[in-house]
């Protein structure tokens, strides 16, 4: 049974355990759905293995998890998401993040299966799915698709695909089949030289992001042919909400050494939490079953979020997620709404896709003389005392290249400083988002 702490007791806790959260936390709910969801490889036999590491024990009974997801995607996924996420901390520095692993996941798995030859082995091995074959991804994609939907009740998750084409192209049947079979995409042919044509696909968008993203396409390019778009839409309602007449300023301490007055709300009770010398961690779970939770990584004051993001891979993530237990304590979490915009081009070539986007690009399987234009991911995220709410939509271009180219004391968590925070779903294993955030803004 769950204990308030005493006025005394907090204050004291207070003192001995605060921890500023400054200006960045990394916020990993991205697109709640899959991040063990990505392309899919016909390079290497079904025989081939993929390296792998253990995946963490789920918090949910042995009787709730779903049985059917292969490891070996989720794991895949998972590995691909933190690659992402350490590409963009370089591209952007010192600025909010906050991305969904699985959106552009499945965007970019949808597109996997228009790639052949050394273009595809360049995919694979960006998006970290040698050793399985088209079958194997497209139809654990299917699955994950299909397991993320059962969540809960205070829960709603909706994730959505799409296929727009040029009405003067043709694509290949097989492509348009597989995106349809496994990836639920509405297929629509529009004129792309009508300037209404922008402006239908934003549509989609908004009305798959419950009106919280309402733009993917600026304008198109003469040379635009396909668009492959994936949205995700998630909003949860605290387990425990947090009680609004506890919500108050208090100090938030920068990364450059300035301190701003924020709203930071506040809670007592047990969470899953887990502790090192560099840094807190906890657990706060959403709807009634806790399926998905929302993580936050505060790095402790001798230390710095730089430095926790030199450890932050698939491999330790792993291992932290096995060492969450229940502990009573008190947190104090900035309240925060954001939006977030990236084009991923240069993050995905360091990835090893750089062909992909080159003029030697080979997507036969889709098409004739095609190659990627431009990957872009735009999110949505409001962390309030009644919940989360997030969004995100990932737009793949494609282009013609033919005209052209429990005994322990209770904690205490103060994020007042920058952190990293992700939203997991605790059955599937998936990283639905992730983010950093350094400046939280209301």
């Known amino acids: 049974m769950k204990r308030k702490l005493s006025n005394a007791r907090q204050n004291f806790l207070q003192r001995r355990y605060a921890v500023s959260l400054g200006r960045r936390y990394v916020l990993a709910a991205a697109g709640v759905m899959l991040m063990g969801v990505l392309g899919c490889s016909q390079l290497n036999s079904s025989n081939s293995a993929l390296a792998e590491s253990p995946l963490p024990q789920s918090e949910l009974p042995m009787s709730d998890k779903a049985g059917f997801l292969d490891t070996k995607l989720v794991a895949a996924n998972t590995k691909f998401g933190f690659n992402l996420f350490s590409q963009l901390l370089v591209q952007d520095r010192?600025?909010?993040?906050?991305?969904?692993?699985?959106?552009?996941?499945?965007?970019?798995?949808?597109?996997?299966n228009g790639?052949?030859?050394?273009?595809?082995?360049?995919?694979?091995?960006?998006?970290?799915?040698?050793?399985?074959?088209?079958?194997?991804?497209?139809?654990?994609?299917?699955?994950?698709?299909?397991?993320l939907k059962k969540t809960d009740p205070q829960v709603t998750l909706n994730i959505a695909n799409s296929l727009w084409v040029d009405q003067n192209i043709t694509l290949k049947p097989a492509f348009i089949q597989n995106t349809q079979e496994f990836y639920q995409a509405q297929v629509t042919n529009l004129n792309f030289a009508d300037r209404d044509a922008a402006r239908t696909i934003n549509n989609w968008v908004k009305e798959n992001t419950q009106g919280k993203i309402d733009k993917i396409v600026d304008n198109i390019d003469p040379l635009q042919v396909v668009f492959l778009l994936n949205a995700i839409y998630f909003k949860g309602n605290w387990t425990k909400k947090f009680?609004?007449?506890?919500?108050?300023e208090f100090p938030f301490y920068l990364s450059s050494n300035e301190i701003k007055e924020h709203p930071m709300m506040s809670q007592s009770g047990e969470y899953k939490y887990y502790e090192t010398e560099k840094f807190q961690a906890v657990s706060l779970p959403y709807g009634e079953n806790g399926r998905i939770s929302f993580y936050?990584?505060?790095?402790?004051?001798?230390s710095n979020l730089q430095s926790f993001y030199e450890n932050l891979n698939a491999a330790n993530w792993e291992k932290w997620m096995s060492q969450f237990s229940k502990r009573e304590g008190f947190v104090r979490l900035p309240r925060f709404k954001m939006d977030y915009?990236?084009?991923?081009?240069?993050?995905?070539?360091?990835?090893?896709?750089?062909?992909?986007?080159?003029?030697?690009?080979n997507f036969s399987a889709m098409g004739t003389n095609l190659n990627i234009s431009e990957v872009k991911h735009k999110t949505f995220v409001e962390v309030n005392e009644e919940g989360t709410e997030a969004a995100a939509v990932t737009s793949v271009g494609i282009r013609s290249m033919s005209l052209t180219i429990s005994t322990q004391e209770p904690f205490s968590m103060i994020v007042n400083r920058p952190f990293f925070c992700a939203?997991?779903?605790?059955?599937?294993?998936?990283v639905l988002f992730m983010g950093s955030i350094v400046e939280p803004v209301s």
Do not use: C, H, W
């Open 341 to 361: 915009e990236a084009k991923l081009n240069d993050a995905l070539s360091a990835l090893g896709m750089e062909e992909a986007f080159s003029n030697n690009a």
């Open 296 to 302: 936050v990584f505060l790095p402790k004051q001798n």
């Open 243 to 248: 009680e609004q007449e506890k919500t108050a």
């Open 115 to 147: 790639a052949s030859g050394s273009t595809q082995e360049a995919m694979a091995k960006a998006l970290e799915l040698q050793g399985m074959n088209l079958q194997q991804i497209n139809s654990n994609y299917a699955e994950l698709k299909a397991s």
């Open 423 to 430: 939203i997991r779903d605790n059955q599937t294993q998936s």
């Open 94 to 112: 010192n600025k909010n993040i906050f991305v969904s692993p699985p959106s552009i996941a499945l965007a970019l798995a949808m597109t996997y």
